[in-house]
């Protein structure tokens, strides 16, 4: 079965700082997806980016980027420049081939520190 | 445009008792997701719908939980003899297409209480 694991349920950074929040999956499948979604408080999730496995170039959005590290099943998202409206609930997600159900992480709560 | 809505925001019911949580998608989505996010989880994979029918059930967790969506619209999610255990927030998803990829857009769920 697929799994994610995001082994951070906390982190905290300060304001105009870079932090990393990580995330690791299991699959035999050679092609896939990885998402990184935002759930602020409003429980609305929020695709902030999204990477697929075969290109080997990390996907960027303004302040969002990612590393990925297919042999190491390793997709940490990075978020420089932190703001106030950064704070939320992370996930890390992966679809599953055939549904394309989502299989999501159990979260990193991050905090903003003004 | 609007994005998925999902009524209602809150549900407070009593144990036993029988509940519909409606799901509106983005107009023109074919593809519809329900799950159901504990507290301090993440969402857990309930029911997968492409046009009218159900492509994938097996999050259901037993036969007291049923979906429809009978126009390839709207859908409910129907809870028979609430359990405490039931206690959740139940989200929606919708996307365009079915591609590996595709983007899915979430409603803002909807809070279920079983006292």
């Known amino acids: 079965a697929q799994t994610v694991t995001q082994s951070q349920p906390e982190m905290s950074v300060q304001e105009a700082e870079t932090v990393t929040l990580s995330c690791t999956y299991d699959?035999?499948?050679?092609?896939?997806?990885l998402f990184w979604y935002k759930q602020p408080p409003s429980r609305q999730m929020i695709l902030v980016i999204r990477?697929?496995?075969?290109?080997?170039q990390n996907a960027t959005e303004n302040r969002f980027s990612v590393n990925f590290q297919k042999a190491a099943k390793s997709f940490s998202l990075k978020i420089s420049d932190s703001q106030l409206g950064d704070a939320a609930m992370y996930f890390c997600?992966?679809?599953?081939?055939?549904?394309?159900?989502?299989?999501f992480g159990q979260g990193t709560r991050l905090t903003i520190n003004p | 445009g609007a994005g998925v809505s999902q009524t209602p925001s809150n549900k407070v019911t009593e144990k036993g008792k029988y509940v519909e949580l409606r799901c509106d998608p983005i107009s023109g989505h074919t593809a519809l997701y329900w799950y159901r996010q504990s507290l301090g989880q993440g969402p857990e994979f309930l029911i997968y719908?492409?046009?009218?029918?159900?492509?994938?059930d097996s999050g259901l967790p037993n036969d007291r939980f049923f979906a429809v969506r009978p126009e390839g619209s709207v859908s409910t999610l129907k809870i028979q003899r609430t359990e405490r255990g039931d206690s959740a927030v139940y989200l929606c998803a919708s996307s365009p297409g079915q591609w590996l990829g595709e983007t899915q857009y979430f409603g803002p769920g909807t809070r279920l209480l079983v006292l």
């Open positions: 990477q697929e496995a075969y290109k080997q």
């Open positions: 719908f492409q046009g009218t029918g159900a492509a994938d």
């Open positions: 699959t035999s499948e050679s092609d896939y997806y």
């Open positions: 997600a992966y679809p599953t081939q055939g549904a394309q159900k989502l299989v």
